[in-house]
């Protein structure tokens, strides 16, 4: 119910919609349409990002996944097991998030693995960017549903 929330949650969507793979998505659709120069800005912004989310996955991924999972499973057991609301804000944020990095990390790897570049590279990146709105629009809907319910509930014992 807190106004913050609702600006972060859509803050949060709309700026993981737009950095593909750290790339903006209108400088991709720029490229997609024709510019030569844009597109070689393109490729080369995705080799750049694409190494150093590898280089992070492969030297600290380990850690990465057991720690994150670890601050997701805490959150949720104090969220959804214990009733505390701040902790189930952080819970439905953070785990979709979590999903967008792991796509992430496995467009890196097949752009790394298949060499893409040039004009194969769009689909990919258009591909990357739906999936990560999907992902956003089932977060929002899970999130407004479970502060609707939470809503529904406070009122029904408040009377």
């Not at 953070?94 to 769009?122: H, K, N, Y």
Request: overall charge positive; aromatic content about 14%.
């Amino acid at each position: 119910s807190n106004l913050w929330f609702w600006i972060f949650l859509a803050v949060m969507w709309s700026t993981a919609s737009h950095w593909v793979i750290g790339v903006p998505f209108d400088m991709i659709q720029r490229a997609r349409g024709g510019g030569s120069e844009v597109a070689a800005d393109v490729d080369v912004l995705i080799r750049i990002y694409t190494r150093r989310l590898l280089f992070i996955s492969r030297m600290s991924g380990m850690w990465l996944v057991g720690l994150s999972t670890f601050a997701l499973t805490a959150l949720g057991i104090l969220g959804f097991v214990y009733r505390v609301e701040f902790c189930q804000a952080l819970f439905l944020l953070f785990l979709p998030m979590s999903s967008v990095g792991a796509l992430s990390v496995r467009t890196a790897r097949r752009i790394e693995a298949q060499d893409i570049t040039g004009p194969a590279l769009f689909p990919v990146l258009r591909w990357h960017r739906f999936w990560i709105q999907v992902i956003g629009m089932l977060s929002i809907f899970v999130t407004a549903m479970w502060g609707m319910l939470q809503n529904l509930n406070i009122g029904a014992l408040g009377s």
